[in-house]
């Protein structure tokens, strides 16, 4: 809830500029933790609201689109396999400034204001 209009105005305009952005939709991921180190570090130290980004070769996914991780289910399995899926919503992928990078703290060249 936000008592301020305008800060809820900002904050659609900027929800429909994440959603007018044609983008790959994936709702959820499901992976073999157990299948590598990689994976089980994965699994072990995401949490929800972190954002992910991977690539994928058969399914055409790039690492330039990012998600937020927005549920993590844990499922071991008799053979004692372990999988984890994650629920995933669009991340988004503009630039944002960030304090004391060379190269990404420029306003207006090389970030943009967020909220």
């Given at each position: 809830?936000?008592?301020?209009?305008?800060?809820?105005?900002?904050?659609?305009?900027?929800?429909?500029?994440?959603?007018?952005?044609?983008?790959?939709?994936?709702?959820?991921?499901?992976?073999?933790?157990?299948?590598?180190?990689?994976?089980?570090l994965?699994?072990?130290?995401?949490?929800?609201?972190?954002?992910?980004?991977?690539?994928?070769?058969?399914?055409?996914?790039?690492?330039?689109?990012?998600?937020?991780?927005?549920?993590?289910?844990?499922?071991?399995?008799?053979?004692?396999?372990i999988?984890?899926?994650?629920?995933?919503?669009?991340?988004?992928?503009?630039?944002?400034?960030?304090?004391?990078?060379?190269?990404?703290?420029?306003?207006g060249?090389?970030?943009?204001?967020?909220?």
């Amino acid at each position: 809830l936000q008592p301020n209009q305008e800060f809820g105005r900002q904050v659609a305009l900027y929800e429909l500029s994440l959603l007018a952005v044609s983008r790959t939709f994936l709702p959820s991921i499901t992976f073999l933790a157990n299948y590598s180190n990689a994976h089980m570090l994965a699994m072990l130290q995401t949490e929800i609201s972190d954002r992910v980004v991977f690539s994928e070769p058969l399914s055409g996914l790039a690492n330039s689109l990012s998600w937020i991780v927005n549920s993590v289910d844990i499922a071991i399995l008799p053979e004692g396999q372990i999988t984890c899926t994650w629920g995933l919503v669009p991340g988004d992928g503009t630039q944002y400034w960030q304090l004391g990078i060379v190269g990404s703290s420029e306003l207006g060249l090389t970030t943009v204001l967020g909220l």
